[in-house]
């Protein structure tokens, strides 16, 4: 049985683009496997040991699944009178599940369609979409399993009334966690400035532990002791202590990426911008003193424009 990106590069494409014409020429043009495991209405995407890349007929001939094991990826549904057609778009992030929807499925976790009105637009998919609640509007249904359903006119458009796809949000951060953040801000920026100050200090102190040849493992910040910085009211010697020696730490993270080159070779590493230590100290400190919460959502909306790198659904 064959497995991984080999097999599935090869498998038969059946894109949004082919649709449910590409399907039917599909099935029809190749045989019914031998073996107890196929069923009347399945033939393989890639050989017929592969069950588990398939293409499964509806009843009736009613829609065409494109299957990775046991998860239709991609429904094509038969084109109704007035040219226009229905399909079903699921997500997965899994690797296979990323090569099988680029590769055979023909898109990924954000595509891109024109719409009727001539707008360029995305329609994220939800890689959870039975756990996922809010939908965009209540109609149309998306059917149980599937991250988005798409409607195209007989030239490929997307119709917006009659497509759908699961509510993308970004969390962000409250008003109440941003008035809290200014306060802070303005408490620590003395302080900070005082550790600004010391990086040459740092720099020192940091350049004769760069031997560990691991630059890029990220650094464990609660080796600290996350104790020592929750429940702050004011700032005092024990606050400062802690401040001070999470800035060699935040600087030892930094200067030991300048200290490699693409080839992890030992080059020469000046100091660091004090610009950019100050606003990765500045993050690292907020997060560890607990007042950079993002407890808010902003809805990306109904097929955004574009979307962030990182957003999530409900």
């Known amino acids: 049985m064959s497995f991984g990106s080999n097999a599935i590069g090869q498998c038969t494409s059946i ?12 099935f029809e043009d190749t045989k019914l496997p031998r073996g107890t495991k196929w069923g009347e209405d399945e033939r393989p995407l ?8 398939r293409l499964v007929r509806g009843p009736d001939g009613a829609y065409y699944d494109v299957v990775l094991y046991s998860t239709p990826m991609l429904r094509l549904f038969k084109p109704n009178e007035d040219g226009t057609r229905e399909l079903c778009l699921r ?13 055979v499925c023909g898109f990924g976790y954000a595509p891109r369609f024109t719409t009727t009105e001539g707008d360029a637009v995305l329609v994220p998919l939800s890689c959870w979409p039975q756990a996922a609640v809010q939908r965009v509007g209540s109609t149309p249904s998306i059917p149980d399993g599937f991250s988005a359903l798409i409607t195209l006119d007989a030239e490929g458009r997307l119709i917006r009334e009659r497509s759908a796809h699961y509510m993308p949000y970004v969390r962000v951060m409250s008003d109440e966690n941003k008035a809290v953040r200014v306060q802070w801000s303005a408490k620590l920026a003395t302080y900070i400035d005082m550790l600004m100050l ?5 720099h020192a102190a940091a350049a004769p532990r760069m031997y560990n040849g691991r630059p890029f493992n990220g650094t464990n910040y609660g080796r600290l002791g996350r104790d020592r910085f929750r429940q702050w009211d004011a700032i005092g010697d024990n606050e400062f202590s802690s401040m001070n020696d999470l800035a060699q730490m935040v600087y030892t993270q930094m200067l030991s990426s ?10 020469p590493a000046g100091l660091v911008e004090v610009k950019k ?37 409900d």
């Open 258 to 267: 300048r200290m490699y080159d693409d080839n992890l070779n030992d080059k």
């Open 91 to 103: 997500a997965n992030l899994s690797r296979a599940s990323s090569m099988f929807m680029w590769s």
């Open 198 to 202: 010391r990086s040459s200090y740092y």
């Open 46 to 53: 890639y050989n017929t040991r592969s069950h588990h890349y």
């Open 277 to 313: 230590f100050r606003v990765s100290f500045t993050r690292t400190l907020f997060k560890l003193i607990g007042i950079d919460k993002q407890s808010g959502k902003r809805v990306l909306g109904n097929f955004p424009v574009k979307v962030p790198q990182r957003y999530r659904f």
């Open 15 to 26: 894109t949004i683009i082919g649709g449910y014409p590409a399907a039917v020429r599909h």
